[in-house]
DNA sequence: AAATTCACTTGCCAAATGGCAAGAAATCAA
DNA sequence: TTGATTTCTTGCCATTTGGCAAGTGAATTT
């Protein structure tokens, strides 16, 4: 079992420190290889989220407003973790699925085996506090976009930024997660066709 | 100096661990107590954040978007832990001013010193985490809400869940924080005033 | 207390976005 | 390959929200 494009992820992204060779060996032994056919959900809105590195594949995060329409809040593309933060860390039920949209190849774990190699991993504690930072810097300036622009520019924001969310995602999943009507975005993309 | 009320307030918000002595020692010692006068800034765009533990008083967040409109982002109500979590923690200047709204009171400390503690002190490191986790959930909420919800459901989510808020804010400061314009908030005050 | 500034409201109209239903296109299943 | 299902687009019109500018009222300054 091959976990090499684990352990260097996290070796990349915690500065200054070189994870050592016992470490490597304590978390590799925590994540188990896993693989999520095209549309298995690797968390259903009830149960606890996990903790998956996403190694290749892209997935999707969705949940219901009010009225019971689909919101897509999340699009995870590969060399991510995928997780969702407020069930994991605070154990209860998540309120949101997150669906492979493709076939998705990982690592999985739960949050008992993360705690214990918080306690017993120095590195891959600042690793994890690392992850959550970087999803939760990654959430706001999302959020901050979508207040104070337009649904134009901010699907063109979207298409700037993030061109391989398109290659996978549906439009109207697509739509939601900018907070908008498919029927309006499909408006967008005409009138931008134009230009 | 009187540092009860955070001590409290840490002992409050770690689960099932009763903090040490020593540990409330410590962690005394890397807080200084402050003031912020009506207005004043805790946190200025482009320095670095700090982490204030807010006593007593109100704050808010903010930006400018693209057009250089001031964008409320967040409003912070005591005890509650206040800091940008983007800056602090990658330790980048801040894109965000935090404005005392109130005369505000509380425990200020500063990134090196939180990074002591957290190697430190256990206890301290699991209150971190759980500040850190409680502001991406709420925060997440709070933009949940934003999208598929119309401003009027917006104003009077934030009116049934935070009604703290118009006892401090300004109106146009609720209303870029709610994602819609002065005018259009009032026109919605005036609808509901009706039923 | 008067002058000044700032916050909020309101009327008028324009622009952006949504709702619905029908049709076209793409995808999936047998 | 064909039929069935799903996704996406489009036309028509309604609704929501915004922009501007004037007006009111409250707060602050001198």
Redesign the interface.
């Known amino acids: 079992m091959n976990k090499q494009p684990l352990i260097n992820f996290i070796q990349n992204n915690i500065q200054n420190i070189k994870v050592s060779e016992e470490a490597v060996l304590t978390i590799s032994e925590m994540f188990e290889e896993r693989e999520f056919a095209k549309n298995d959900f690797l968390l259903k809105a009830g149960k606890v989220s996990g903790y998956f590195f996403l190694v290749d594949g892209f997935m999707r995060a969705f949940?219901f407003?009010?009225?019971g329409?689909e919101?897509t809040?999340y699009f995870y593309t590969k060399n991510r973790v995928v997780f969702e933060?407020?069930s994991f860390?605070?154990h209860q039920p998540s309120t949101e699925n997150i669906q492979a949209v493709t076939l998705c190849k990982g690592y999985y774990t739960t949050f008992d085996k993360v705690n214990t190699l918080f306690h017993s991993v120095p590195e891959f504690?600042e690793f994890g506090?690392?992850m959550?930072?970087r999803?939760?810097?990654a959430?706001?300036q999302q959020?901050?976009a979508?207040?104070?622009?337009s649904a134009e520019e901010r699907y063109a924001d979207l298409m700037n930024t993030n061109k391989e969310i398109f290659q996978y995602a549906q439009l109207k999943h697509i739509a939601?997660f900018l907070?908008m009507t498919d029927t309006s975005m499909s408006r967008i993309r005409k009138e931008m066709l134009k230009k």
Chains 1, 2 share one sequence.
């Open positions: 949940t407003d009010n009225e329409n919101v809040t933060p407020a860390f605070m504690r506090r690392l959550l930072v999803e939760f810097v959430y706001k959020t901050l979508m207040i104070n622009k939601s907070g």
